[in-house]
């Protein structure tokens, strides 16, 4: 394909014609066999589905051409594809996490990594004189979330990628809330980049799934895949199927979803009862200028903190009508949460945080929502 700019190539890779039809939609193959001649030999590339399938496929080469990638597996989860990637670790190695991340990856390093003796240091990834520090001994993965979740950290990936490199480390990059529509790691400098397709790339909070997609079609790609193929955390073709869906209009939706959080960071930004706002985009955030320079278009997360603590903000959620309390984010529908009630027994986030993932609704009903909601 000729075309480079992410949203044509959201559109069409993966999703050409099927050749043996004409069909403009992909075919759903549900196989979970293929017809082998009687030595094994594989007359289509297929075998059985856990080992792949043409659906699946298509996601692949869609992530691979979005990312800049060489290799491609999809997952699951999220999860699945983080612990898949985790798992291919040697005992006793040691990782960087970042100080603000997704909780399922504060729960794999602080309850399930330490069982096989993995060291996991946790630094704040903003701060790069932390992380040099962090990373003056043998380092076999340096992990990254921009912008992280929940407080919507930034950090400059291509300087990270370099020091982790320096290091000997793998480097990963979380690049679930950014989508490669705004943010492509692999060109900046890292390795890997991990999704959770279960938000923007599905786009409509109706189907769960994980990838991670290689810069290289190295050793380490053939051991996760060959890792997956065995222990069988793989996307199942009709979750593939609507991923795929979801590709289609994935540049129409990050767009509105970046235009609708400027219009609600801009107006949550000046309204009293707001201490403060959350959003690369603004100027004030301390990462805008990483921001801007590695990112399209700062994103539709945000979170938000209150003057009245965590009284407001549990106000705040229970009085708002177009934003759902819910968990997830990154789909048309915009949602709140107050993270620190949903962290467990020992909650991270901030008490008068919410969190908001801005959806598609016309910008100006949800500014009313949340002005409702504030007085
Ligand atoms: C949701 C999420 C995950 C986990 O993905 P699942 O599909 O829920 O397993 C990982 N990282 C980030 C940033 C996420 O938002």
């Avoid at 990373?135 to 982790?164: F, H, Q, R, Y």
């Avoid at 890997?192 to 109706?206: E, L, Q, R």
């Avoid at 955390?233 to 540049?251: D, E, H, I, N, Q």
Wanted: proline share 6%; charged share 20%; net charge negative.
């Amino acid at each position: 394909m000729t075309a480079k700019q992410p949203a044509t190539l959201a559109v069409h890779v993966g999703n050409e014609p099927d050749p043996t039809t004409g069909a403009v939609a992909p075919p759903l193959h549900l196989s979970t066999t293929f017809r082998h001649g009687p030595a094994g030999e594989r007359s289509a590339g297929y075998e059985y589905q856990r080992e792949g399938n043409p659906t699946n496929d298509r996601l692949r080469e869609a992530l691979m051409a979005l990312e800049g990638g060489k290799q491609a597996m999809t997952f699951a989860s999220g999860m699945a594809a983080m612990t898949t990637l985790l798992e291919c670790l040697p005992n006793g190695a040691r990782v960087l996490f970042p100080d603000d991340c997704y909780t399922g990856l504060r729960m794999l390093f602080e309850e399930f990594l330490p069982e096989r003796g993995i060291q996991a240091t946790v630094v704040d990834m903003a701060d790069l004189d932390a992380v040099r520090a962090a990373c003056t001994t043998p380092l076999a993965m340096l992990w990254i979330e921009t912008p992280s979740n929940p407080l919507m950290k930034v950090a400059d990936i291509a300087a990270l990628a370099e020091i982790g490199h320096r290091a000997g480390a793998t480097v990963v990059v979380d690049n679930t809330f950014a989508t490669p529509l705004l943010q492509r790691p692999l060109a900046l400098g890292a390795d890997i980049v991990m999704h959770s397709t279960t938000k923007y790339f599905g786009g409509h909070s109706d189907v769960l799934g994980g990838a991670l997609v290689f810069a290289e079609d190295d050793a380490l790609a053939h051991k996760v895949a060959h890792r997956l193929h065995v222990t069988g955390a793989v996307l199942a073709p009709f979750s593939a199927w609507l991923t795929l869906r979801g590709c289609r209009s994935l540049g129409a939706r990050m767009a509105m979803h970046c235009a609708n959080a400027r219009k609600v960071a801009d107006f949550l930004a000046t309204h009293p009862a707001v201490e403060r706002v959350n959003w690369p985009g603004l100027s004030i955030h301390p990462g805008h200028d990483i921001a801007a320079r590695q990112m399209r278009d700062f994103g539709g997360m945000m979170s938000i903190q209150l003057r009245g603590g965590r009284e407001a903000a549990l106000a705040m959620a229970g009085k708002l009508h177009l934003f759902t309390n819910a968990t997830s984010l990154g789909g048309c529908e915009s949602l709140v949460e107050h993270r620190a009630s949903v962290e467990g027994a020992n909650p991270r986030s901030p008490q008068n945080l919410l969190r908001l993932s801005v959806g598609l609704e016309d910008g100006d009903d949800l500014i009313a929502d949340l002005a409702q909601a504030l007085s």
